[in-house]
């Protein structure tokens, strides 16, 4: 089992910052791909961002392309976004999850969810 716990999320206006934090516990970090998913709402869940087990690859939604930042530190078992220019449409609770494969990051498909931080963007 992979224990996740996100952190970061808030009130910011559009243009705006925010870095969400993942911390993981209870296996082997770099095992891990790693992804952020989120659920504005009304709608359904959307993948946002993943990162390989070394963190060599990232895979970026195309609405969040050039925005948002996956990153992560093995050290600190830790995984990062950072999102800037932030909109309105960028509402939304944020998930992190792992996935020890690397067949579906990019997917929704993920067996380990964290459980969730609020990011809401003011226009």
């Known amino acids: 089992q992979v224990q996740l716990v996100e952190s970061g999320g808030g009130l910011v206006q559009a243009g705006g910052s925010l870095r969400l934090s993942c911390a993981a516990s209870?296996?082997?970090?770099?095992?891990?791909?790693m992804g952020w998913v989120r659920q504005a709402p009304g709608k359904e869940r959307e993948f946002c961002a993943a990162?390989?087990?070394?963190?060599?690859?990232?895979y970026y939604a195309d609405s969040v392309k050039g925005r948002f930042t996956i990153s992560r530190d093995n050290a600190k078992n830790t995984v990062y976004l950072q999102m800037n220019s932030l909109k309105p449409e960028d509402t939304a609770v944020y998930y992190c999850?792992?996935?020890?494969?690397?067949?579906?990051?990019?997917?929704?498909?993920?067996?380990?969810w964290g459980q969730g931080t609020q990011v809401t963007v003011s226009s």
């Open positions: 990162t390989t087990w070394s963190g060599s690859r990232t």
């Open positions: 209870g296996r082997t970090f770099s095992n891990y791909a």
């Open positions: 999850a792992a996935d020890s494969s690397l067949a579906t990051i990019r997917s929704l498909l993920y067996p380990y």
